[in-house]
């Protein structure tokens, strides 16, 4: 649809901008100063129509060309941003027929309503930051000011999310509301990307036992579960990590499968079964593994004991 709007838009620009120097060359019954007028109006009129159609053409050749969406939204984006300066530029140049007193009073008008809009000017530098810096990208799962979600739109001013968690939900499961996220913050808040780089994060099953359980064989059962139902998902997950962690000077060492970490409380020992999964799968792996795992534990009622009590 994009494309014979784009179209049309030049061909309304070209007639409007011939018009124009029709009516330029025509004085319109001796009424010299309505027609210089309505010159310049129809000049302005074919810029604007004409800055628009290149911004619908070059725009759907982004997104037919781009195979990554993310990259396409943010290309519109700053198309949009440039031609729309560009276009202020000319229409008030046409009008004024002083294009370098145009650009000097922009000037002028910038510095005096840097102080009036300090908070939008932040936020187009914060937008400027999440272009160059790629703090977070459309689609990317995030957390900014404790508030997270997915990001669906990240414009000039304000960055939209797909709020997850939040007041009415929890175990990441989406809430329905839509979050608006000023893209100052950037400049002075913590950004937590869960998506960006690779495709997995570490995530944990904790089960509590008695200390009169075999904790080896619980630890065992608890990793042949998860390795069973994860399958090689994590094997990938962590060479990904692996990749992403050679191209830092960070030293760790990383398991390729699931572990079983022991924590001793006053009462009971926390069995915690770490492993990776994708990040948008998290609730719904936990709480598989975590049926899994009872499911397993519970057909070994004389090696794997379970607290008595209810401070739990």
């Not at 838009?9 to 319109?28: D, F, I, N, Q, Y």
């Not at 009036?116 to 995030?142: C, F, H, N």
């Not at 009971?268 to 799968?281: K, Q």
């Not at 609730?283 to 739990?312: I, Y």
Request: aromatic share 8%; proline share 4%.
């Amino acid at each position: 649809m994009k494309r014979p709007v784009g179209y049309v838009s030049l061909l309304l620009a070209l007639v409007a901008g011939v018009a124009g120097a029709l009516v330029e060359g025509t004085p319109l019954l001796d009424e010299f100063a309505f027609t210089l007028l309505a010159a310049k109006a129809l000049y302005a009129l074919g810029v604007v129509l004409g800055a628009n159609g290149c911004y619908l053409l070059i725009s759907r050749y982004l997104v037919a060309r781009s195979a990554n969406k993310r990259r396409a939204h943010d290309a519109r984006n700053v198309l949009r941003l440039a031609f729309g300066a560009v276009t202020v530029v000319a229409v008030l140049g046409i009008v004024t027929n002083q294009w370098v007193g145009v650009l000097v009073s922009f000037g002028v008008i910038g510095f005096a309503i840097t102080f009036a809009l300090q908070q939008p000017l932040l936020s187009l530098l914060g937008w400027v930051y999440i272009m160059t810096k790629r703090p977070y990208e459309v689609g990317d799962r995030v957390e900014i000011e404790g508030r997270k979600g997915d990001v669906v739109e990240v414009d000039f001013l304000v960055t939209e999310l797909w709020e997850i968690d939040g007041e009415l939900v929890a175990s990441n499961q989406p809430s329905g509301r839509v979050v608006t996220v000023p893209n100052s913050v950037v400049l002075s808040s913590e950004v937590v990307n869960y998506t960006a780089g690779f495709d997995a994060i570490w995530n944990e099953v904790v089960v509590q036992v008695a200390y009169e359980t075999d904790l080896d064989f619980a630890r065992e059962r608890m990793v042949d579960v998860a390795e069973a139902y994860l399958g090689d998902d994590m094997t990938r997950g962590v060479a990904e990590y692996t990749d992403a962690l050679a191209r830092t000077p960070v030293e760790l060492d990383v398991q390729d499968h699931p572990s079983v970490n022991v924590r001793q409380q006053e009462s009971w020992v926390e069995l915690r079964l770490r492993y990776t999964t994708h990040p948008r799968r998290g609730a719904r792996v936990r709480n598989e593994l975590s049926r899994r795992v009872l499911a397993e534990l519970n057909q070994h009622p004389d090696r794997v004991k379970f607290p008595v009590g209810r401070n739990r």
